[in-house]
């Protein structure tokens, strides 16, 4: 069995954990507290980010899509239409656009700014960054998530799936960042009914209970998290 | 011919320049300031971020990363020992890993403020986020692009290239965003001769020629810039 070490609240792990809970593959799970910047887990990851995979004869897979492209890879491509990515490159393209969407710009410009501020801080040792939230921060993050939630349902009302007829990549990612953002309670969904009718189809796949089974001490989800008709 | 919608001081528009020029295929360019927010390159890509190629068929590839696999996809596997990726998912993962790095990581951590403050805000009106360049932006940025220098130095004290034995996107990523520091004089080599002595192969391939005659309005290069022997 191979070893993901992630973070609940890290949308990248949880892009990962869905794609393997997709493909029917159990992983064992390991916490990884990002801040920490551990000394056994630098020398898996000198960037001290996650998620990383131990793969196949331990081997260290850096970062959501590195590890995401490895299980196409290795595993995804053996699935034939159950795969979730595509045989075009044109289609691979706009899959990894979104996937870049929702684990790039997103995080940076949403994610990884509330989580900080919400998550992370409060269960930080001051001398490494912890703290009380910084109010402006969270007020431009959540100012930004309106446009994400935007193009969400734009992309939702357009298409069956994000990238287009079928799941995908881009499903995964983008159901990870926004279910990591409900967790927190920053999504009105009703103002949003194509991202919302998406996201219940994402909910009630098979992979997704171990997502909404997460939980992190000090921050309790938001009443609706793990239910599937919210 | 395809054509690149880059900006010069972008590392990633200048890592598919470098990838375009290795695998000798001339592309047409076309300067975008990505501050504009230009309504026809928002349809091309709503994320409204640089670089975007516009494939065959005009059909736009959207990030550096993106484009970058589309290009191994198309012409990549073609070339043998010539290609710039490498034919095992291990591998791929490594070089996927630096790629992110640098594109990832260092954009992030300090490429995109050094850029913004001191290429992009004095070109950019006031309404639109122009101004005087923010001191303690800037020094964070510098503090924390030693780290990268350190870790590049030994990567290349370690290894033949970046990646490993042979020259790949790795080398590319990194030399795409370290000519964009170097353009700046954000780099002090002298300390770091062993990333030095990698720059300078980078630097004599043919492929860098396009790279080392870049300027932008208002910012000369760094007297040693496109110099061969620095």
Request: hydrophobic share 40%; no cysteine.
């Amino acid at each position: 069995m191979l070893t993901l070490f992630h973070h609940p609240m890290s949308a990248a792990s949880r892009f990962i954990r869905l794609i393997f809970g997709e493909y029917g593959e159990e992983i064992a799970l390991i916490e990884e507290r990002p801040w920490a910047r551990r000394k056994e887990f630098l020398s898996l990851n000198p960037a001290g980010s996650i998620p990383v995979l131990l793969a196949e004869g331990d081997v260290p897979i850096v970062g959501g899509t590195v590890i995401s492209e490895y299980i196409d890879e290795t595993r995804g491509v053996l699935k034939r239409e159950r795969r979730l990515f595509a045989d075009t490159s044109v289609e691979r393209a706009e899959i990894r656009r979104l996937v870049d969407w929702y684990l790039g710009k997103t995080e940076n410009e949403v994610t990884r700014h509330l989580v900080r501020e919400r998550v992370y801080k409060p269960l930080m040792p001051a001398g490494e960054g912890g703290g009380s939230p910084d109010s402006a921060v969270i007020r431009t993050a959540r100012s930004n998530l309106k446009q994400h939630l935007k193009y969400t349902n734009w992309l939702a009302g357009t298409r069956n799936w994000l990238a287009g007829d079928r799941i995908t990549y881009a499903d995964m990612a983008g159901a990870a960042a926004l279910s990591t953002l409900d967790y927190l309670g920053e999504i009105n969904w009703s103002e949003y009914p194509a991202a919302k009718d998406w996201y219940t189809r994402m909910k009630s796949r098979p992979a997704f209970r171990s997502v909404l089974a997460d939980r992190v001490r000090g921050v309790s989800p938001v009443s609706h998290y793990a239910d599937l008709d919210f």
